[in-house]
């Protein structure tokens, strides 16, 4: 699990991003799912800097983390919490904000919001199968079926 305090301001925006991104890819993550992952993690980060308070504590900051459990990533990002519930909005066409969550929603397998004394937190769950091979307990490789591969020698 990786896990970013950044300043309750934009200026660390693109850092996390970049981070996000190099790390799924080193996690062995696909390149179009790190992608989908970096936008959804700039569109939660901007939610939260414009709509959220920053988490408790002597520096105004949010906090965004990411992890893999399987063929699973989940994204969030972390505030001291808003006066409304995070939702998918319903812009205008004219409107030149409220997509941000529809994004998120569109690039995600699921998303949500936690809440907990300290504020809330919205996540973001993408599917994202290993680009690495697939080793069984001994070391051979196993194909897509889940069987080990035959020695051809």
């Known amino acids: 699990m990786s896990i970013v305090h950044l300043p309750h301001s934009a200026a660390g925006v693109s850092a996390v991003r970049r981070r996000l991104g190099r790390e799924l890819l080193e996690w062995g993550v696909p390149d ?8 959804i993690v700039s569109e939660l980060l901007s939610n939260a800097l414009r709509h959220a308070r ?3 504590g002597p520096e105004p900051q949010i906090k965004a983390a990411w992890t893999r459990i399987g063929d699973i990533v989940e994204v969030s990002v972390s505030d001291g919490g808003a006066i409304t519930e995070p939702r998918k909005g319903q812009p ?3 409107s030149l904000g409220g997509r941000g969550l529809g994004i998120v929603e569109t690039l995600s397998q699921a998303w ?3 809440r907990d004394d300290h504020g809330s937190t919205v996540w973001a769950h993408l599917h994202a199968p290993s ?5 069984d307990g001994v070391g051979r490789l196993v194909q ?3 069987t080990p591969v035959q020695n051809l020698s």
């Open 32 to 39: 179009e799912v790190a992608d989908d992952a970096a936008v």
């Open 54 to 56: 920053p988490l408790p």
């Open 92 to 94: 205008a066409l004219s």
């Open 112 to 114: 949500g919001v936690r």
């Open 131 to 135: 680009v690495f091979p697939q080793m």
């Open 144 to 146: 897509e079926t889940g």
